[in-house]
């Protein structure tokens, strides 16, 4: 008694009979779900047995944070993530020379951005979002309360958005790991009172201000400390 009104995103009806096989979806993303899970049958069973399936995701956003380990090895990944009907990768810190991590506030060069949008195409195929991260941090450490800083990041978040990414985001966490847990210049002291939560919020808070402005599109996200 499986409705159309019962389907969630991404979900699908697969009927499979003597007739044929049959599928039903409102989204793409659904049809990639229903032939993936065609493919897993196929190859559990060697056949396509009779049955009838209605099937949609419990999780909205499944995906994997790419590792050093599969920096150069994308295509690999997103077969991987295909199979287990991931929807998005998440490339965060070290890579690229370090420009999401230490290196932040150096720019992107032409061949690193011809690459990040070589990757988003070949994550396009595949029907899986990419969302990039940066992890401000470093020698000389981040001047929350400096606008130039804040300009440096805006800048490199708006290369990637006109490179083809609209999921971006900061991440504060394992600063414990490099003493950088707490406000260390004067400015950021007399301005948030030491507190570096105060710090971090008016960070994020004027970045994604100034990015929206002309990054209409971008989802922000972001990791706390």
């Given at each position: 008694d499986?409705?159309?009104?019962?389907l969630k995103q991404e979900g699908y009806f697969l009927f499979i009979s003597r007739k044929g096989i049959f599928i039903g979806a409102e989204t793409e993303a659904g049809v990639r779900n229903a032939n993936r899970t065609l493919a897993m049958i196929r190859k559990e069973s060697g056949t396509c047995p009779e049955c009838a399936i209605m099937d949609y995701p419990s999780i909205?956003?499944?995906?994997?944070?790419?590792?050093?380990?599969?920096?150069?090895?994308?295509?690999?990944?997103?077969?991987?993530?295909?199979?287990?009907?991931?929807?998005?990768?998440?490339?965060?810190?070290?890579?690229?020379?370090?420009?999401f991590s230490r290196n932040w506030r150096e720019p992107f060069t032409p061949g690193e951005l011809k690459k990040i949008r070589q990757n988003k195409t070949l994550c396009d195929q595949y029907g899986i979002n990419v969302y990039m991260t940066f992890t401000p941090r470093g020698t000389p450490p981040v001047e929350y309360s400096s606008e130039k800083e804040i300009d440096l990041l805006v800048?490199?978040?708006?290369?990637l958005y006109a490179a083809g990414i609209?999921?971006?985001?900061?991440?504060?966490?394992?600063?414990?790991?490099?003493?950088?847990d707490r406000l260390i210049h004067?400015?950021?002291?007399?301005?948030?009172?030491?507190?570096?939560?105060?710090?971090?919020?008016?960070?994020?808070?004027?970045?994604?201000?100034?990015?929206?402005?002309?990054?209409?599109?971008?989802?922000?996200?972001?990791?706390p400390m």
């Open positions: 499986a409705k159309w009104s019962d909205s956003r499944r995906g994997i944070v790419v590792g050093l380990q599969w920096f150069n090895k994308l295509p690999e990944l997103l077969l991987r993530a295909d199979k287990l009907k991931f929807n998005f990768i998440w490339h965060h810190g070290s890579f690229m020379d370090n420009k800048a490199k978040m708006k290369d609209r999921n971006l985001g900061i991440s504060f966490d394992d600063l414990c790991n490099i003493e950088q004067p400015d950021d002291i007399t301005r948030f009172h030491g507190n570096i939560g105060e710090a971090h919020r008016h960070f994020v808070g004027e970045v994604f201000r100034k990015l929206k402005k002309s990054c209409p599109e971008i989802e922000f996200s972001v990791l």
